[in-house]
C-alpha cells in the first residue's frame, strides 16, 4: 500500500523559512511527479510546485522566487524550502505523487505563518 508521509510543517515568523519534506513508501516504483499542494480555510486545494522525473519543475506564481522544490537523494523523496514566508502562505500544505496518472496523497502539514 502506498502511502506518503510528510513533515517539517510548523509555526514560523513572517519572513521565515521553513522546509517540507515527503517520503513515499509501499512501492518499489518511482512516480512520474510529485509535488507540493495546499489548502487554506474555506479555500480550493491548489498547486504550490512540481517536479518531474526528469527534474522538471513548475511553481505557482505567487511563491516563484521564494519556494524551492528538489528530489531527495534517497528514492521517492521530494523536499520544498520555503523562505520569505508570508501570512498568505498559511495552509495545510499536501504531498502528492504522480504513478502514471494514479494520484495519491499524504496527510497534510499545517504550515502557519504568523506574528
Known amino acids: 500500500q502506498v502511502q506518503l508521509v510528510e513533515s517539517g510543517g510548523g509555526l514560523v515568523l513572517p519572513g521565515g523559512s521553513l522546509t517540507l519534506s515527503c517520503v513515499v513508501r509501499?512501492?518499489?516504483?518511482?512516480?512520474?511527479?510529485m509535488g507540493w499542494y495546499r489548502q487554506a480555510p474555506g479555500k480550493a486545494r491548489e498547486l504550490v510546485a512540481l517536479?518531474?522525473?526528469?527534474?522538471?519543475?513548475n511553481y505557482r506564481d505567487s511563491v516563484k522566487g521564494r519556494f524551492t522544490i528538489a528530489r531527495g537523494n534517497v528514492k521517492n523523496t521530494v523536499y520544498v524550502q520555503m523562505n520569505s514566508l508570508k501570512s498568505e502562505d498559511t495552509a495545510v500544505y499536501y504531498c502528492?505523487?504522480?504513478?502514471?496518472?494514479?494520484?495519491?496523497w499524504g496527510q497534510g502539514t499545517q504550515v502557519t505563518v504568523s506574528s
Open positions: 517536479i518531474t522525473s526528469n527534474g522538471s519543475t
Open positions: 502528492n505523487a504522480n504513478f502514471a496518472g494514479k494520484h495519491y
Open positions: 509501499g512501492t518499489t516504483s518511482s512516480p512520474y511527479a
